[in-house]
């Protein structure tokens, strides 16, 4: 058998050529970050009616649950509905409604499914949403409220040892 003889390794190194993709007098390639809060500030006006309808389909879904709250269409719906409020509240202008979804979102999927054991509880989750939305009470305010709220959903959801 004849022996082989190796190639040696010959290493390929391409051309970088990103600096120069990237050398340009476009603002939004040099800064990212501004572009993208650019683009959210123009958009914060369809982010506000978005996050207006959506709670306004919260409430519709609101009444449902507490018709039926071990319906499993009411809880999904519900649950879907304040996903997407938590997602609009920052760009619609409507901060304090993120931390009262959030803790809604944490109600209504802790497992144990506690949310149809405890329907005042997501009505008050829901009310504070609304209330937000109205700019009913002041920063201040409805920092003590999320974290009320926070406090009791944490109590719900937390198994007893």
Do not use: Y
């Not at 970088?16 to 040099?30: F, H, Q, Y």
């Not at 202008?93 to 144990?112: H, K, N, R, V, Y």
């Amino acid at each position: 058998m004849a022996k082989e003889v190796q190639k040696p390794i010959e290493f390929i190194t391409p051309p970088n050529v990103l600096r120069a993709k990237l050398a340009t007098d476009n603002p939004s390639v040099k800064n990212p970050l501004a572009s993208a809060n650019k683009a959210l500030s123009e958009m914060s006006a369809e982010c506000t009616k978005w996050l207006h309808d959506e709670i306004a389909q919260l409430q519709k879904h609101r009444l449902a649950f507490a018709a039926a709250p071990k319906k499993k269409a009411a809880l999904e719906d519900l649950t879907i509905c304040a996903m997407e409020i938590k997602g609009l509240a920052a760009p619609g202008g409507c901060e304090d409604a993120d931390a009262f979804a959030a803790s809604l979102i944490t109600l209504l999927t802790s497992p144990g499914n506690h949310g149809p054991t405890n329907v005042g509880l997501v009505e008050a989750h829901v009310d504070a949403i609304r209330a937000a939305r109205d700019k009913a009470h002041s920063p201040k305010v409805a920092a003590a409220l999320a974290e009320e709220l926070r406090a009791r959903t944490t109590e719900t959801v937390t198994p007893k040892s």
